[in-house]
């Protein structure tokens, strides 16, 4: 499939992780990337397994207003037009909701639900010329109730309620905006969380899907390629679960 031939897409956590699959699976599609992440060194490395030589790499801090303007202004004069948004990039920690400090608290809701916003506010006027597609990821923690994650799960829950908000508001001008939400996942995020001591391994069932197999980051991406294509022209404003029927 070449779903995404001569089309511009930037994707934000391109470093590891889901990112990096989706970024892997868009550029087999034919997709001209701009990838996005903090870290450099994990960025380049993404950039290397890319087949299309067009597509171009760029170290953003993502809750950075003043970067994500600069970032977008490049963008503009470089390629004049964007067709699909994926947001990927977030951090997750784990905490006892009495111990979390604010600090932490902030850290999480800037990078998770302000990052989000501030790359889908400089990308809508862009989006808009042509009728392109965002897909924000989410998780089942936004739709259920995972244990230690009270800072993470309020981010979630901020980015699936804001991408409803923008699908209804621009879905009228041609715009699909959706949410992945997957449930646990094998990436650098999650594989060797820090959990509280005290913690109640009974609620760790609540986390894992049906057949208790944590999935590989490209079954999350093959969704968000699916959501961002025009095969998915009449899907707007869904949280679309990828999680192994957790939440059934």
Same mark, same amino acid.
């Given at each position: ?26 550029? %087999? ?8 992440? =903090? ?22 801090? /993502? ?77 089942? %923690? %936004? ?6 994650? %009270? ?83 009449? =899907?707007?404003? /869904? ?10």
């Amino acid at each position: 499939m070449q779903r995404f031939k001569n089309k511009i897409v930037v994707v934000t956590g391109a470093g590891s992780g889901i990112g990096r699959s989706t970024a892997l699976r868009l550029d %087999a599609e034919g997709a001209k990337l701009l990838i996005v992440d =903090i870290n450099e060194d994990q960025l380049e490395s993404t950039q290397s397994m890319l087949k299309n030589k067009e597509s171009s790499s760029h170290v953003v801090d /993502i809750a950075s207003q003043e970067k994500i303007e600069r970032f977008f202004q490049d963008l503009l004069n470089t390629h004049k037009k964007l067709d699909a948004l994926i947001n990927v990039a977030g951090v997750l920690r784990f905490d006892n909701s009495h111990e979390v400090e604010l600090d932490n608290w902030n850290k999480i809701l800037d990078i998770n639900l302000t990052g989000t916003f501030f790359m889908c506010r400089y990308a809508l006027p862009l989006l808009l010329e042509s009728k392109g597609a965002i897909v924000n990821v989410s998780s089942t %923690a %936004a739709i259920g109730a995972h244990a230690w994650t %009270a800072a993470y799960s309020a981010s979630k829950g901020g980015i699936s309620a804001f991408s409803k908000t923008l699908a209804v508001e621009y879905g009228m001008r041609g715009l699909n905006i959706n949410c992945v939400c997957p449930a646990s996942i094998e990436t650098p995020m999650s594989s060797n969380p820090h959990m509280p001591k005290d913690i109640d391994t009974r609620l760790l069932k609540k986390i894992m899907p049906l057949d208790g197999v944590n999935r590989s980051p490209d079954d999350i991406a093959s969704t968000i390629a699916f959501l961002a294509s025009e095969d998915a022209i009449h =899907i707007n404003g /869904i949280d679309l679960r990828v999680d192994g029927g957790l939440l059934t």
